[in-house]
């Protein structure tokens, strides 16, 4: 089985990964991963309308954190990131099974 994200194999498996084995392979790629390669990912794989609303969706949660007296500054840029991790390993999961 192969799932592909900008063209390149990412994942080649022979047996179905659950979905945090997954996580962890992707995890484990993303790090070699140069700008040049996330921005030829997330173009290929992510709408722009999609990565707007993790970044709007990011912002709001971090004000509303804050309105509650929880600051996030550090986690408030980090979390459209994390977000939009979560969202292609979803996608590879998909192209998995």
């Known amino acids: 089985m192969i799932a592909r994200l900008d063209g390149s194999v990412v994942l080649e498996v022979d047996r179905e990964m659950t979905g945090r ?3 962890i392979e992707f995890t ?9 390669d996330i921005n030829t990912m997330l ?6 309308d999609m990565l707007e609303f ?3 969706y990011a912002e ?3 004000d509303d954190c804050a309105q509650k007296g929880l600051e996030l500054d550090e986690l408030r840029g ?14 590879l999961e998909e192209r998995l099974t």
């Open 21 to 23: 084995e997954i996580a």
């Open 28 to 36: 484990e790629l993303f790090d070699d991963f140069d700008v040049k």
């Open 43 to 48: 173009a290929k794989n992510v709408s722009m």
């Open 54 to 56: 993790f970044s709007s």
């Open 60 to 62: 709001r949660f971090a």
């Open 78 to 91: 980090r979390l459209p990131n994390l977000l939009i991790i979560g969202y292609i390993i979803r996608v």
